[in-house]
């Protein structure tokens, strides 16, 4: 499996790579465009990022084998997200890495625009000496305003706390309980954040919402003479309308270490303005946080490509390693349960209904069988480019809805994994599975409510007949007379007398001939072959 790392990331983390025999490691001595990467990707199966190359639609097209992109860092907005979706190309990135880091640069950049240090540092460079022009403000009784109260801001907030300030948070995911036990006021919008707030300081994902929120109309909400702290992502501020808050003291000054274009334009009004603080985006420009990301990055990407294990995903729901390995004798009951629906089900299905039984309804986690059902079924009608990690959307775009169960009934088996496909409210097809023995003995149990015993692997001929004596010589015949030879077979009945199923497992695909013949004897019908 290829690895190529687009930018810089820590030794340690491309050791990692490197000491996985399975992986061939490029590591590319600069940052390249677009244009540039094109002709290298074709045979890459993981790409290792930073912020600065542009994982773009055009450049996973290019990708054929492209399983997972790695960012070394927290925000994936270099990453077109939804075309990695599309193309079942997993996102991942690194959280943990820098949360520190970041936290300790914003805490920094209060206190030095509190005090005004840097402006007074140039001033001390240039062989001046002058205290009455930047006398400061305490931090301490201030009340810290901060929107997004996840990782980066609640490390901030206790920093904040440590320092005498009063703290009051905003994130839509921040219960009450949480922010009480963390010493934090909750906010119940960003206004009241505004309204109380001498220093605001942004730790939000750059979304429709979050886009330029700080702007003209939310500044004229704040408290004349607040400060603002920037070390998140910079289209969460509309420049143009800070700049004038700053240039007018409506906001007493500013601290930002990202901008809507990077590096900050040598003309930008920012770099004219005497009370801004300004960094070129340094968050987690620390030897401790290059090494940790780099290293996770590593881990996480390799963790993904050699055991199926998903972490700090954006775009498919995490799944440890420990999780994984308890689901997935499951995925791959679940894939079969699904590849053979869609053999023997009528097209048009609009409802897949999943449950979960037995000890399967203890699984810690369902979302990883369900989507490898759906894979399995929409690669097997003729869906291209199908994975678990786009089949969700995949489905959705065609009409399907699903849904899942985690049953307490009683059930014949140990485990119990059982699908339904509908269409117009009426159930078309079903069929359920378990295990004999252990996790590496699956095997098919039910088909349209019927008992039977069908093994995940080869090529299977189903048929109904009715239960008369001597229907299975005959159907031995017919097969014998065709060179087709018979490995295992399986039949389930209704009644004594009435419509059976008869599954048998074969060495070869019955020529058609056979398959006429068989449909023409009276007492068979529905004479399918199904390819596990």
């Given at each position: 499996m290829h690895v190529l790392v687009c930018d810089p990331i820590s030794p340690r983390g491309i050791a990692y790579f490197q000491a996985?025999?399975?992986f061939k490691v490029t590591v590319l001595p600069k940052r390249l465009t677009e244009a540039e990467l094109l002709p290298l990707v074709a045979d890459v199966d993981a790409m290792v990022v930073r912020s600065e190359t542009k994982v773009t639609r055009k450049l996973m097209e290019a990708a054929p084998k492209l399983r997972v992109v790695g960012r070394a860092g927290v925000g994936v907005d270099n990453v077109d997200v939804e075309a990695a979706t599309a193309r079942g190309v997993v996102v991942m990135n690194t959280p943990g890495g820098n949360t520190v880091t970041t936290a300790e640069l914003t805490f920094f950049m209060l206190g030095a625009l509190a005090r005004k240090i840097p402006a007074a540092h140039a001033t001390m460079i240039a062989g001046k000496w002058d205290r009455k022009a930047f006398q400061g403000t305490e931090i301490a009784g201030k009340t810290l305003g901060i929107l997004g109260a996840g990782r980066i801001g609640t490390e901030v907030g206790k920093r904040a706390l440590a320092f005498g300030m009063r703290v009051v948070a905003y994130d839509p995911f921040l219960s009450d309980a949480r922010a009480k036990a963390l010493g934090f006021e909750g906010a119940s919008d960003p206004d009241a954040v505004y309204r109380q707030a001498d220093f605001i300081t942004v730790h939000l994902p750059v979304t429709a919402e979050t886009r330029g929120m700080i702007n003209a109309e939310s500044i004229a909400k704040m408290k004349p003479g607040v400060r603002l702290v920037n070390c998140a992502r910079g289209e969460i501020v509309n420049e143009a309308d800070l700049a004038a808050a700053l240039e007018s003291g409506r906001v007493a000054g500013a601290a930002l270490d990202v901008f809507v274009t990077e590096p900050l334009p040598a003309d930008h009004k920012f770099r004219a303005l005497t009370n801004v603080v300004l960094t070129p985006h340094l968050g987690a420009s620390t030897e401790e946080a290059q090494e940790k990301c780099g290293l996770e990055v590593a881990e996480i990407i390799t963790g993904?490509?050699?055991?199926?294990?998903v972490r700090n995903s954006v775009n498919l729901p995490g799944v440890d390693a420990k999780t994984f390995e308890l689901v997935k004798p499951y995925v791959g009951l679940g894939e079969k349960l699904g590849k053979l629906l869609a053999q023997v089900a009528?097209?048009?299905v609009d409802r897949v209904y999943v449950t979960f039984g037995g000890k399967a309804n203890e699984l810690p986690a369902t979302d990883p069988v369900t989507r490898a059902i759906l894979s399995g079924y929409l690669l097997a009608i003729g869906s291209h480019?199908?994975?678990?990690?786009?089949?969700?959307?995949?489905?959705?775009?065609?009409?399907i809805t699903v849904e899942e169960k985690k049953s307490d009934e009683p059930v014949t088996y140990n485990e119990w994994l059982h699908v339904q496909l509908f269409r117009g409210g009426q159930k078309v097809a079903s069929a359920g599975g378990t295990f004999f023995g252990s996790p590496t003995n699956p095997r098919i149990v039910r088909l349209s409510s019927t008992p039977v015993e069908i093994p995940t692997q080869g090529i299977v001929l189903l048929l109904n007949n009715r239960d008369i004596p001597g229907i299975v010589g005959k159907?031995?015949?017919?097969?014998?007379r065709h060179q087709?030879?018979?490995?295992?077979m399986s039949l389930g009945r209704?009644?004594?007398?009435?419509?059976?199923?008869?599954?048998l497992t074969l060495d070869s695909v019955p020529p058609a001939a056979c398959l006429d013949e068989l449909r023409a004897d009276g007492a068979i019908t529905n004479v399918q072959v199904v390819t596990l």
């Open positions: 996985r025999p399975e993904y490509l050699l055991t199926g294990e009528p097209v048009g480019g199908v994975n678990p990690v786009n089949v969700r959307a995949v489905t959705q775009a065609a009409g159907v031995g015949t017919v097969l014998a087709v030879n018979i490995a295992s209704e009644a004594v007398g009435g419509q059976a199923l008869t599954a």
